[in-house]
């Protein structure tokens, strides 16, 4: 079973930036897609981004395009959010998801493995 270990996290003020890492425990080669997703205090986990593995290819939700940017290094199956011009909407629990297979979802029930989250807060 793949662990997922997100860090990163923290407090920032409105306009600025964090970037995020989330580690899996073990290598794999075969196809997979990894996600991120947040979740706020009294709401539904949203879909944030996705990446094929080996960066083959990339999504965001509307919310965060322009200003947040995946990314992976695949050796290191490590995957990155760079967020920038963050706003206090922004503020959530962000989770790393990964599933097997050569189809990326933007639905986290389709994704069977899960990191413990990572505070974010931004402050106006």
């Known amino acids: 079973q793949v662990q997922l270990q997100e860090s990163g996290g923290g407090s920032v003020q409105s306009g600025g930036s964090l970037k995020l890492s989330c580690a899996a425990s073990?290598?794999?080669?075969?196809?997979?897609?990894m996600a991120w997703f947040r979740q706020a205090p009294g709401k539904e986990r949203e879909w944030v981004a996705h990446?094929?593995?080996?960066?083959?290819?990339?999504r965001y939700a509307d919310s965060v395009k322009g200003r947040f940017t995946i990314s992976q290094d695949n050796a290191k199956m490590t995957m990155y959010l760079q967020m920038s011009s963050l706003k206090p909407e922004d503020s959530a629990v962000y989770y790393c998801?990964?599933?097997?297979?050569?189809?990326?979802?933007?639905?986290?029930?389709?994704?069977?493995?899960w990191g413990q989250g990572t505070q974010v807060t931004v402050s106006h």
């Open positions: 998801a990964l599933k097997f297979g050569s189809i990326c979802y933007s639905d986290p029930e389709r994704f069977p493995h």
């Open positions: 073990e290598y794999t080669y075969s196809p997979y897609c």
């Open positions: 990446i094929y593995y080996g960066g083959k290819s990339t």
